[in-house]
């Protein structure tokens, strides 16, 4: 994992089950979330160590709701491991493989 020793990011935060299981729930935003956990936790973001205020271009919109301390460790997880793709990049993949799996008209219906 990178990180640097001298910016405190140097491994992710130890606390971070303890503040997911002392959280009220759900957490409907990034903003909620920061609030919850605190702008200066550590997490790892795909090998990255990023503290977790300037997180917010690295964690998608759609892990929010978080309805749990399991699902936040889930997601935290997650992060962790995720290749390294921006939302964006998400998206136009989701929508790339909705468009291949959505039912096709025969071809001589137009004729």
Known sequence: MKGDGESGLDRPSSNIQDLAQSA????YSFDEFVAAFGADTVIAIRGDLVRLGDARDRIPSYYFPVGSDVDV???????AVKPGIGEQALHDE???RQNREAPRPPADCWS
Do not use: F, G, Q, V
Not at 73 to 79: G, Q, S, T, V
């Open 94 to 96: 989701w929508r790339e």
């Open 24 to 27: 009220t729930y759900p957490l």
């Open 73 to 79: 460790m889930a997601k935290i997880d997650d992060l």
